[in-house]
């Protein structure tokens, strides 16, 4: 097994206090042989220490935990383990207070993400959060764990009835790839290892779905973006006339000898050459970081965007976006901001708060005089000059915003582009 | 390729590279906090890709503790040379000298907290409002929630109640005057991620890392490399030993691992196997028998 041949995915954990989050995470680490000896013999101590008569592998990540005892603001914690199959980030964000903010900054990242459910309890309010900012940030699959099996003796007709359930639910959100698995994170039935508990379910572990879904088509291919970052010019005698575009790519497919339109002047020219480090790229996509130069010399900077001549994005200085509010300062209409996009960075003005979502039953609130920190609106915002932008359900990347404070320079809210 | 997927060590390194380039572009004077460690020899290794062909648009700051091993400092030397950056050197000798640093005394006496003082100095003098640093989120647990830009507040301080949040690849390294930001571009790498990107890119680095016969002395279970700055403990006695650095920080408090890795691939092979964590400290070392309990004959690493 080559190790250096594996793809990358990253995934976040959606749940609150006492689902079993914790304890999913010390698992998958556990059973994928992703503990070092020193941390395991940690955690068994502090289990025995506790009175336990088995390893708690919540403790695992007792770090949060402790803090959360001590009452310190918890957000989104990383976490890294690999199989031979895959190398995996979770983005772990516990649920508690500021919920939507870190839940929607891990999802911000993710590939797919894992909503949790105790099988005890089935869909609570929390699931409807956890479903709907699963859609709402576009994380292309989800993993629906019904937890806790064990203490429902294993019953079919449980899961059978929270799954139709969130079926129900999640009908109007639209995630296009939802799996389900009846699981014990205690125990460790169907994380790792095939229960043998529940002969009903035919389906495959977690540890398997997180191996083997395919997440190739997660990135646009078919757009093409290339937002610059910075502009190469090695003033050197060998590389006088040498200038190159830095950047990644954020959509679509680009080789050299396509013709390309560079943004907001609209010039037209031909990629010369796509590189890296001097080597040169046949065909670069997202999410490549990549130098490209031209065959015309075109006077681009920073925050100028290549795309292909007959495939433009959006141009424009009006936006509609969906934004989590990220600030415990309300925001109110007209109010002046700097709006980041891509590479790209314009003052902006908060012309009209529209409508407030109601996370748990979806319901718009209409008739808003501000925005709260957690709340997700729908806002129109007026930048100073255009922007190239895509709506965000086609592109993650050019179709994402955020809004910083003019004044404390703090990122106040992050945006979707409608 | 063909499938319109990069594997985990390419994806790792593009998007450190496009933090690498946030930072020169979004920065006034930003520089990089260069160890003599893997981990910062492989930032300087992705700065130079980011860049290329033009040089690195930034320098290099070193904090010389005057206990570094000298084939940290050679290493450094010729790398500076090799790449046309330009070095600072922040000098705890000279903190010490001029009375903004104390020495510690005794026989386990270190200047690894010393280093914090040139280092704070060292931005300070230059007015440097990045510095990026090849720290990572899997070391420890506090790491696990740093935030790729990090900001300071005037003092220098982190305040990890109050961080930024991240979303998508949108960098706010916006400040008010005085402040500056920490950048770690190699947050998401892990150890392995580093060593197996190491042998992908055939970067070079210092002999210490790997197996080397050295003069050595054992001490509360670490083993040290003797050295002029370290004096003898009673009963403690040097002994010749087969070792290599997991890590490489100063002569008198950087632990060896006993091992007989000479090249890359024995490395990685040793680190698939090790069971015990790369900043275990002391423990790490003591452990280092049990450490080679084989993961990989079970199918992982």
Known sequence: MDYQDIELLRFTTAGSVDDGKSTLIGRLLYDSKSIFQDQLEAVEESSKSKGFDYVDLSLLTDGLKSEREQGITIDVAYRYFATPKRKFIIADTPGHIQYTRNMVTGASTANLAIILIDARKGMLEQTHRHAFIASLLRIPHAIVCVNKMDLVDYSEDVYNGIVSDFNAFSSKLGINDIQFIPISALNGDNVVNRSENMDWYQGSTLMYHLETVHISSDHNLVDCRFPIQSVIRPHTLENQDYRGFAGRIDGGVFKPGDKVKSLPSGFVSTIKTIELNGEQISEAFAPMSVTMTLEDEIDNSRGDMIVRENNVPEIGQDLEVLVTWMSSKPIQARTKVVIKHTTNESIGMVKELKYKIDINTLHRIEDITSVEMNDIARLSIRTAKPMFYDAYKRNRQTGSIIIIDEQTNETIGAGMII | ?301
Not at chain 2, 48 to 55: E, L, M, V
Not at chain 2, 157 to 170: C, T
Not at chain 2, 231 to 252: A, Q
């Open chain 2, 1 to 301: 390729m063909s499938n319109y997927v990069i594997n985990h060590l390419k994806e790792l390194e593009s998007e450190a590279i496009f933090v690498i380039r946030e930072i020169a572009a979004q920065f006034e004077n930003p520089v990089l906090l260069f160890s003599g460690g893997k981990d910062s020899i492989l930032l300087t290794h992705l700065a130079k890709k980011a860049f290329y062909p033009a040089k690195i648009p930034f320098p290099l700051i070193h904090i010389d503790t005057g206990h570094n091993f000298p084939e940290t400092i050679a290493f450094r030397d010729a790398l500076v040379e090799k790449l046309g950056v330009k070095l600072i050197v922040g000098s705890v000798q000279e903190a010490i000298d001029k009375g903004r640093a104390k020495e510690e005394t005794g026989a386990d006496a270190s200047r690894n907290s010393l280093q914090i003082v040139s280092l704070l100095d060292t931005l300070e003098e230059y007015k440097v409002d990045a510095a990026m640093g090849g720290a990572r989120r899997d070391e420890e647990k506090a790491r696990a929630k740093e935030r790729f830009f990090s900001h300071r507040d005037e003092f220098g301080q982190w305040d990890p109640k109050n961080q930024r949040p991240e979303l998508w690849n949108l960098f706010n390294g916006r400040k008010n005057y005085g402040e500056h930001f920490r950048v770690f571009p190699i947050s998401n790498w892990t150890e392995m991620d580093v060593w197996e990107y190491i042998k992908l890119e055939n970067i070079d680095l210092p002999s210490l890392y790997f197996s080397h016969q050295r003069d050595c002395v054992v001490r509360d279970g670490v083993i040290l490399a003797n050295s002029e700055f370290i004096k003898l403990k009673e009963n403690e006695e040097v002994v010749n030993m087969t070792i290599r650095y997991r890590t490489c920080g100063d002569m008198p408090i950087t632990g060896a691992v006993e091992s007989e890795a000479d090249d890359l691939e024995k490395i990685i092979e040793e680190i698939a196997t090790t069971r015990t964590t790369e900043r275990g400290g002391r423990a790490d070392d003591k452990r280092a028998e049990t450490a080679m309990e084989d993961r990989k004959k079970q199918g992982y690493f």
